[in-house]
């Protein structure tokens, strides 16, 4: 299973920017999705996750509002677009997908198996 994350990038605070993460070699449409990020210095913590179907979504608090994930299951692809950026949003960004078929993913990164190789996204104020 592969995972690979794309889109992230130097940015002004109050832009946008849109990660992508394409999955190979498993069955896409059968997993929850979830994004996770760790800024420097930090533990990795939960930002947002959709389930299988796309009809599940959770969002970490400091993520509500700003940025929606979703999921193209046609290309195995899993989005989160994160607008109104702010300096505290400056982290690496890792896609994971879960372990189990037809979950809901969730914010327990345990929940997940594999896990892309990250993304660095940079916000200047």
């Known amino acids: 299973v592969q995972l690979q994350a794309s889109g992230g990038g130097s940015v002004q605070a109050g832009d946008s920017l849109r990660l992508s993460c394409e999955v190979s070699?498993?069955?896409?449409?059968?997993?929850?999705m979830g994004w996770f990020r760790q800024a420097p210095g930090k533990e990795r913590e939960f930002v947002a996750a959709?389930?299988?179907?796309?009809?599940?979504?959770y969002y970490a608090d400091f993520v509500r509002g700003r940025f929606t994930i979703s999921r193209d299951n046609a290309k195995s692809t899993v989005y989160l677009q994160m607008n109104s950026l702010k300096p505290e949003d400056t982290a690496v960004y890792y896609c994971?997908?879960?372990?189990?078929?037809?979950?809901?993913?969730?914010?327990?990164?345990?929940?997940?198996?594999?896990w892309g190789q990250g993304t660095q996204v940079t916000v200047s104020s």
């Open positions: 994971a997908i879960e372990g189990s078929v037809r979950g809901r993913g969730g914010s327990q990164s345990t929940n997940y198996d594999y």
């Open positions: 070699g498993r069955t896409f449409s059968l997993y929850a």
């Open positions: 959709i389930n299988w179907s796309g009809k599940t979504i």
